[in-house]
């Protein structure tokens, strides 16, 4: 067993280099089976859900490795079947994905039902409307579901509720689809226009990415190219709140500032001072912290990616902070391990009510998906003694290095391995 043990850091300090956008990677690496000759990516992090659609790749007879110059290679020129392992692909989320990018190629696509962060139920129902309207039947089998078309035909689609998944899926499958395809009450998301900017490029016609109607001409061929993945975001924000939260000041370095101006507003609220250059953002402690109210939104609102690591720092801010959220109103497992160190927070209908201020001490706690993972990090960077998280896998979905990315900023932290000799925790979990 693997765990993160964290001790309280006072004023961490210094530069972070923000890797590539995971939920882009997840998208750019299935646009890319689209093309008709070999793709290159530039910054793909290397996270264990790529690890896991290069042997789907490798299953299906594309060719996807990184090579010795950090890009990510691949060859979709020879795939022989878009038959996928159920249970390979539901180890994450966006194997739907694959459904998008093979349909129009292949004419078949079977895929397990989606996996990735288990916080609470991820439906797919948008996903299969806009297929559908697209000519594509769906057979739902127990582990796995299977999408046909014969041929894909352009389609006028409106989107019941704004889902950045759907959006990207439904311009992966309308770029080979004969026709126009217009998609209404799209998500403006980065991680969209990062997809269609790329689709472009390889040859696709897509107008309006980053506004609520996108329109897609269906192309018969795609090209290769090479293509460099947007910033994470969401890791940025996580790294600017640990200023906040360890009274200390921090730069992420290599992002783009714009992309986090919710996150910014929020912090400058909190009482953070906040600096920008073209592709930087500083957040530096001002010594006092206001307690403050979030709603989650679809882009360009609050993240809900955000919301987790966003508690850790108002249990530290005093005064009554309410966190609803309502992307995911159930995503608040964070909220039960957080008072397993003390914190004071209600939980009600979707919404945290959090009473701030209270010492935080250190306890051994479980993170049940990446950001709940990163929340409870920030929260031992506060709290007296040491915090033990156990549920690395999770962290290991979305981080590439994050214990000697927190250490080179003078967090004390650790990863352990109960196989490398140290039982004791072993132990106390087992208690
Ligand atoms: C890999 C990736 O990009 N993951 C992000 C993506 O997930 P994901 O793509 O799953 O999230 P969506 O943007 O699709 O979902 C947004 C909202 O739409 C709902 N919905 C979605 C699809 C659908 O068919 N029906 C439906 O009702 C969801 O329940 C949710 O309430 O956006 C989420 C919301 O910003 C983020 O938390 C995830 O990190
Ligand atoms: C929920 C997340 O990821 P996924 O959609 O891949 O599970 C996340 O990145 O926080």
Redesign the pocket.
């Known amino acids: 067993m693997k765990w993160i043990e964290v001790e309280r850091s006072s004023g961490l300090n210094g530069t972070v280099k923000i890797p590539g956008s995971?939920?882009s990677s997840l998208a750019l690496l299935a646009a890319a089976c689209l093309s008709d000759e070999p793709v290159r990516l530039a910054g793909i992090p290397e996270i264990a859900d790529f690890k896991v659609i290069c042997q789907i790749a490798e299953d299906i007879g594309i060719q996807m490795y990184r090579e010795s110059t950090g890009l990510v290679y691949i060859d979709p020129r020879h795939i022989h079947s878009a038959s996928i392992d159920p249970r390979k692909s539901s180890m994450?989320?966006?194997a739907y994905y694959f459904v998008g990018a093979l349909l129009a190629k292949c004419g078949k696509v079977s895929v397990g039902y989606p996996g990735?962060?288990d916080f609470v139920k991820r439906p797919i129902d948008q996903h299969i409307k806009a297929f559908e309207s697209m000519g594509a039947a769906f057979t739902y089998h127990q582990d796995y579901y299977e999408a046909e078309a014969r041929e894909l035909k352009g389609a006028d689609i409106y989107f019941d509720t704004i889902t950045s998944g759907a959006t990207i899926n439904s311009i992966l499958a309308a770029v080979r689809a004969k026709g126009q395809t217009v998609l209404r009450n799209a998500a403006r998301d980065p991680e969209v226009v990062d997809t269609a900017i790329m689709l472009n490029q390889m040859g696709a016609r897509i107008t309006g990415a980053g506004t609520d109607t996108i329109r897609i001409e269906g192309v018969r061929n795609l090209r290769g190219c090479t293509y460099t993945v947007i910033p994470d975001r969401?890791i940025a924000g996580a790294f600017l709140i640990s200023a906040g939260v360890t009274g200390g000041s921090v730069t992420v370095e290599d992002v783009i500032p714009e992309h986090l101006n919710s996150c910014i507003a929020k912090l400058k609220e909190i009482g953070l001072h906040i600096e920008t250059t073209p592709n930087t953002i500083t957040a530096q402690s001002t010594g006092a912290l206001r307690a403050t109210r979030v709603r989650t939104a679809m882009y360009p609102g609050f993240a809900t990616?955000l919301q987790q690591p966003l508690t850790a720092l108002l249990t530290q801010a005093p005064g009554k902070s309410i966190v609803s959220d309502r992307i995911y109103p159930k995503r608040f497992n964070h909220v039960y391990q957080l008072r397993r160190m003390g914190a004071d927070i209600d939980l009600r209908a979707g919404t945290a009510f959090i009473k701030g201020g209270a010492p935080l001490r250190g306890n051994l706690v479980h993170a049940t998906?990446?950001?709940a993972g990163i929340c409870l990090l920030l929260a031992g960077l506060a709290a007296d003694g040491k915090t033990s998280i156990t549920g690395i896998q999770h962290f290991e979905r979305?981080y590439e290095h994050i214990v000697e990315d927190f250490r080179s900023l003078g967090a004390k932290i650790g990863q352990h391995d109960s196989n490398d000799g140290n039982k004791e925790l072993l132990q106390i979990t087992r208690s």
Do not use: S
């Open positions: 995971k939920n994450f989320r966006t990735g962060d969401l990616d998906d990446i950001r979305g």
